[in-house]
């Protein structure tokens, strides 16, 4: 006995149609139904009742709220941020570059100078062959009251 004791498969079920209401005085109107209005729908339940009435649309969710359009200023901005992060990199290394170039010159400078110095110390002090040098003969001199004959 799973049947409702209420309704009997063999009781008659009434069934009710909305009619349009004209009003006296207007013209007859044609009825039409709207958009906005769901139609009317009868539906038969398995134990024999029917059931009339709207359709119910299944709940929407609430939109979600649209993101704000990113204004070209800002993405101006953030573009030059990452630009400026990528240059910052390359001035680092072009300072290093041009602090080893300047020490690179002085080292340079500070070789050429021994070598230059170093042969001008051969040459000024060098035990070379006598052909190249000025031969200077000392003899003895005499001093007599401060007065050289030579």
Not at 82 to 88: E, L, M, Q
């Amino acid at each position: 006995m799973n049947e409702p004791t209420a309704y009997h498969r063999g009781a008659s079920v009434e069934v009710h149609h909305p009619a349009p209401i004209i009003p006296a005085h207007a013209v007859p109107l044609v009825p039409v139904q709207p958009g906005s209005i769901p139609a009317v729908a009868s539906v038969v339940l398995p134990d024999g009742r029917v059931v009339t009435g709207y359709a119910i649309e299944p709940a929407k969710p609430e939109p979600v709220a649209a993101k704000p359009a990113v204004s070209r200023t800002a993405v101006n901005i953030a573009l030059g941020g990452v630009g400026f992060g990528a240059v910052c990199g390359g001035l680092v290394l072009l300072t290093t570059f041009i602090a080893a170039l300047a020490a690179l010159i002085h080292q340079l400078i500070i070789l050429a100078a021994v070598i230059f110095g170093g042969w001008i110390a051969v040459q000024l002090f060098g035990h070379g062959s006598g052909a190249t040098g000025t031969t200077v003969n000392i003899r003895k001199a005499v001093f007599k009251r401060n007065h050289f004959h030579g």
